[in-house]
Every structure is written in structure tokens, then in C-alpha cells.
């Protein structure tokens, strides 16, 4: 990608309570905007009775497994990076704004660069 930026992915959908709480969460926070817009393309992969996505969550290494929402972070090439338990950034009937910016900083491009690492 030129924009040098990896893509994260959010499954979930409109029936999840939890889904439409961190969709609010993010835009009601410019902190975490500008953080996922700095490294990020995000994409709302929709799961419901519907339609699934079971080949691509399939592809993904079956991330609906952590229950929903449950964020999927590719490189540039689409090759899975991380898959992220969005429980482990809730507090109490919300989210944490330190550990969410954490989750994103520590998958950026940036932080994945070999230079940091080699020295």
C-alpha cells in the first residue's frame, strides 16, 4: 500500500450491543480517530444470520472464535497479523481508550519496522 499503512479489520455487526458500543467509542474519541487514521485502513466486515463470511473468516483463522467484536489487523499484502479479543480492552460496560491506543500502536507499521529491532 502506498499510504504505508496496515488494514484492520471490524467484525461484528448492528445486532451486537458490543459491536455498535466500540464503533461509538472510536468516533466519540478524536484520540483513537486520528491513532487508527495515522496506520490504518479500517474495514467493518459485517457477520450475521444472513451473511457470514465463513470462507473469510475461514482465511482469517477463525476469529469469531473470541466472540464479537473481534478486530483482525493485515499487513498491506493482507496477510494476518494479529487477531485482537476486544474483552481484553473493555472496562466495565465500555471500553479503554490507554489500551486500545496500546493494541494499535504496538500493530502499526511502524512498530512492526525491522530497523527498531536489528541494533
Not at 15 to 31: G, M, Q, T
Request: overall charge neutral; proline content about 4%; some cysteine.
Amino acid at each position: 500500500m502506498a499510504e504505508n499503512k496496515h488494514v484492520l479489520l471490524q467484525i461484528g455487526g448492528n445486532w451486537c450491543i458490543w459491536c455498535r458500543r466500540l464503533y461509538a467509542y472510536v468516533e466519540e474519541h478524536p484520540r483513537l480517530k486520528d491513532e487508527q487514521a495515522k496506520s490504518y485502513i479500517v474495514y467493518h466486515l459485517n457477520y450475521s444470520k444472513e451473511n457470514k463470511n465463513l470462507d473469510i473468516l475461514k482465511e482469517l483463522g477463525y476469529p469469531q472464535r473470541f466472540g464479537f467484536p473481534v478486530l483482525v489487523i493485515l499487513d498491506a499484502k493482507g496477510n494476518r497479523l494479529h487477531t485482537q479479543n476486544t474483552g481484553l480492552l473493555e472496562s466495565a460496560d465500555s471500553y479503554d481508550e490507554k489500551n486500545i491506543i496500546d493494541m494499535l500502536r504496538q500493530w502499526s507499521p511502524a512498530a512492526l519496522d525491522p530497523a527498531l529491532y536489528t541494533k
